[in-house]
Structures are given as structure tokens and as C-alpha cells.
């Protein structure tokens, strides 16, 4: 089973700045089926990013993904205040999903 | 619009049983897999299996294979998750959502908003 591990566990940053939060899998991802969520408290995940780099309808073009193989990066280029939350990374192999524990991201 | 609407939060004794429901609208249901994520209270996302409508091919994570069963109603557009014997480390909020691309389940792109489980005597 691939696991994915999610760094660091908590960022403390401001709004305005730049947010880099890493996915490192296990074992090489097949195709790169590595997926984003969003998740505020109180509400259900939402997907940001599919397919390691490509935005989900409707995300602002400050969320970014990059990354292939076993090290994948989503980027928050200017913090609004609505992007503090929990961030999940979620991969697909051999006919199971698994997903990273989170990081969350918080007002500094 | 595509809608998952689940049902009604629950609170159970340990050893009850218990069913809850996700009705898709909004797409055609036969042709994507619905998937079921498990979140305890405080806690991570965690995939508990996923079910194809068209067929009702069904697919577990280890972690809950036996101790739930996930099934389907085309008919009505509906996915089921089950227990036959609920515990107190059933206490979480169950999503469903609708999996990506149609015909496989590489993530999850539309999410119900959840129903709460609570398990205590």
C-alpha cells in the first residue's frame, strides 16, 4: 500500500504570503493520480487539483500543483484569508485510494 | 447542477444497526463510482470503498472490508453504507462522493455534505 505523508503538519502564515505544502509518496505514483482537497471546518472536502497539476472548475489560478513520482507540491501563490483550512492529498493505485493525514494551514 | 444529498445525522447504541443514503441528482448515476470516506471527529479523511452503479462492482479498503457494505439502487439514483453492528469507533462523519473520470475512481470531484454517526450506550 502506498502512503502518503504530508509536510509539514501545521504552516503559520499571513495573508499575502506564499504557501508550499509537500505529498510524499511511498513508492512511485502510477500516472500521477495525485489529487488536492480543500476542507474547512464543518464542511466536505473539496477538490482543487486532479492528475497532480491540473485545477478542478472553478479554482482560482493562485492554487497550484506540481510534482511526478514520489514528490508532489501544492502552491498557494497570495493567501486570501478563505484559503486557511485543511489541506489533503489523495492518491489512486492498485484499486484503492489513500489519502495523506492533512496539513493545516493557519493564520500567523 | 450535480447534487449529493445524504441522509439525516444518527445516534445509535453500540450493537444497532444502521443504514445511511446518498441520492445522486444532476448526472447520469449508472456511469461514475461513488465513494465513501470516513472522518472521525478531529481526525483525517479516510477511503472506505467505492461501488459502481452500472453494475454494482464493489471495491473495500482493507481497513473496512467485513465491517461495512456498501451498496446501490439505480433505480433511485442511490448509495448505501452499512453496519450490522455498529461500535463506538463507528462515531465519525461518513461522505459520500461522486468519483472521477466516469468509469473509474482516480478522486472524488463532487462530495455529499456529510452524515454524522454518533455510537454510545
Known amino acids: 500500500e502506498i502512503v502518503l505523508t504530508q509536510s509539514p503538519g501545521t504552516l503559520s502564515l499571513s495573508p499575502g504570503e506564499r504557501a508550499t505544502l509537500s505529498c510524499r509518496a511511498s513508492q512511485t505514483l502510477p500516472f500521477d493520480y495525485l489529487t488536492w482537497y480543500q476542507q474547512k471546518p464543518g464542511q466536505a472536502p473539496r477538490l482543487l487539483i486532479y492528475g497532480a497539476s491540473s485545477r478542478a472548475t472553478g479554482i482560482p489560478d493562485r492554487f497550484s500543483g506540481t510534482g511526478s513520482g514520489t514528490d508532489f507540491t501544492l502552491t498557494i501563490s497570495r493567501l486570501e484569508p478563505e484559503d486557511f483550512a485543511m489541506y489533503y492529498c489523495?492518491?489512486?493505485?492498485?484499486?484503492?485510494?489513500?489519502f495523506g493525514q492533512g496539513t493545516r494551514l493557519e493564520i500567523k | 447542477e450535480v447534487l449529493l444529498v445524504q441522509s439525516g445525522a444518527e445516534m445509535k447504541k453500540p450493537g444497532e444497526s444502521l443504514n445511511i443514503s446518498c441520492q445522486a441528482t444532476g448526472y447520469n448515476f449508472a456511469k461514475y463510482w461513488i465513494g465513501w470516506v470516513r472522518q472521525r471527529p478531529g481526525k483525517g479523511l479516510e477511503w472506505m470503498g467505492v461501488?459502481?452503479?452500472?453494475?454494482?462492482?464493489?471495491k473495500y479498503s482493507p481497513s473496512f472490508q467485513g465491517q461495512v457494505t456498501i451498496s446501490v439502487d439505480k433505480s433511485i439514483g442511490t448509495a448505501f453504507l452499512q453496519w450490522r453492528s455498529l461500535k463506538a469507533s463507528d462515531t465519525a462523519t461518513y461522505y459520500c462522493?461522486?468519483?472521477?473520470?466516469?468509469?473509474?475512481?482516480?478522486?472524488?470531484?463532487?462530495w455529499g455534505p456529510g452524515t454524522t454517526v454518533a455510537v454510545s450506550s
Open positions: 461501488i459502481f452503479p452500472g453494475d454494482s462492482d464493489t
Open positions: 462522493a461522486r468519483e472521477f473520470p466516469p468509469g473509474y475512481y482516480h478522486g472524488m470531484d463532487v
Open positions: 489523495q492518491q489512486f493505485d492498485d484499486s484503492r485510494i489513500t
